[in-house]
């Protein structure tokens, strides 16, 4: 059945790592999104992309890359630059307006 | 001013009640809203759509006005698996991007 899957749903990673959080969708939309939200606060973007082999930045992008290789997935690369990275992790996808996630990536650099 | 505004709650209310939030929006230019609702820990899950001319899913009912920039959603006869926070979505004006309020946290009280 279709849906959008990321995974791993816990990791944990050393500080100065860099980490790739995965997305992979099969909705066949054509926009995708990052959103981390700290405990207590809402959500903010990170990357967004409306279409394959294209990205924007959101209003966080700091620290982190994105890549869209594929309409199908969208992963997110967690640099050693991104200066508090411990967060939970949400990735999106839509076709129209609304916007679709995942069950999430609670990441923590320790 | 912030682009989304909800009041944060919490909102404790006893099973069987009725409750309403509100929401209002800074961007006249903003053409789609939506509430989601977010359980503990959880990815957020479209509730509904809110149209121009109101709508209604079961016992929920999202209202949108223009005029004042503002959205609600009223849950009447609530029940215990109610309890989430709600949050409110709307789109930034002319792209694919959606600005997420903090949310309202709703208990639903035995």
């Known amino acids: 059945d279709g849906g959008i899957t990321q995974s791993p749903k816990y990791l944990f990673r050393k500080e100065g790592q860099n980490v790739t959080l995965s997305c992979e969708q099969n909705?066949?939309?054509?926009?995708m999104y990052w959103y981390r939200q700290d405990p207590g606060q809402g959500l903010r973007l990170i990357y967004y992309?409306?279409?394959?082999?294209?990205?924007q930045k959101g209003d966080i992008a700091e620290g982190y890359s994105v890549s869209r290789e594929k309409k199908e997935s969208f992963p997110l690369t967690v640099t050693s630059a991104q200066k508090n990275p411990t967060a939970f992790y949400l990735c999106?996808?839509?076709?129209?307006?609304?916007?679709?996630f995942g069950p999430g990536t609670r990441l923590t650099v320790l | 001013r912030k682009e989304v505004e909800q009041d944060p709650g919490p909102f404790n209310v006893p099973e069987g009640a009725t409750v309403a939030f509100n929401c209002t929006y800074s961007?006249?230019?903003?053409?789609?809203f939506f509430w989601y609702r977010q359980d503990c820990r959880k990815e957020p899950k479209l509730l509904m759509s809110?149209?121009?001319?109101?709508n209604e899913d079961g016992r929920f009912t999202a209202q949108l006005n223009r005029a004042s920039q503002y959205i609600s959603l009223l849950i009447r006869d609530s029940k215990l698996s109610d309890s989430a926070t709600y949050l409110c979505?709307?789109?930034?004006?002319?792209?694919?991007?959606?600005?997420w309020g903090l949310g309202t946290s709703l208990a639903v009280n035995p």
């Open positions: 999106a996808s839509s076709l129209r307006g609304e916007q679709f």
């Open positions: 979505v709307v789109n930034a004006g002319n792209n694919r991007k959606l600005i």
């Open positions: 909705l066949n939309h054509d926009a």
């Open positions: 809110v149209y121009s001319s109101g």
């Open positions: 961007n006249s230019a903003s053409q789609s």
């Open positions: 992309s409306q279409i394959v082999n294209d990205f």
